[in-house]
């Protein structure tokens, strides 16, 4: 959107004229935002069109600012294939990296943690979507690290309820707890 601004801009119009003719209230989510500034000048666009503004984490900056972020968006998601890439500098494209794009990685857990719990202190959600969260023992993991929301493929969901159906939140805590003190993923995978 920097390089074309007008874009971003054509974009929410359309969206909200969408919502509009609805009468849905939609959220919107801006991608690849690094800064606090950025993700407020994509806040003041969406909520002068009446849309509400979120933001897609992405990259570590933003991770790491999410309490920041919170401060003029109103929830996070969090995409687990882009952000592993940039958190291990791995190439998704080259297949030799696999492991390193691993969703059971600490440092990727880690900052899924510390979004969770930027959103918990800022009483907003904060999800995860992609393959970490069709993962029904990773999903356990994740919600006892505080997401709120979950998002996948329609064919994960039943496998994805039937295994957090069967643990209570403070399992999932205490899971999350054990996994994020794992060396690594096959470890934290194993703790699960």
Known sequence: AENNPGLLHHQLDAIAAAAEKSGNQPWVMAPMIATAQEAESFAAQARSRGLTPGVMIEVPAAALLAERILEHVDFLSLRTNARGQYVIAADRQDGRLADLLDPWQPALLDLVAACARAG?????????CGEAAAD????????????STLSMA????PEVWAGLAGRSRAECEELAASVLSATGPDEARARA
């Open 120 to 128: 918990r202190e800022a009483g907003k959600p904060v999800g995860v």
């Open 136 to 147: 029904p023992r990773l999903a356990a993991v994740l919600v006892g690290l505080g997401v």
């Open 154 to 157: 329609a064919a994960a969901v």
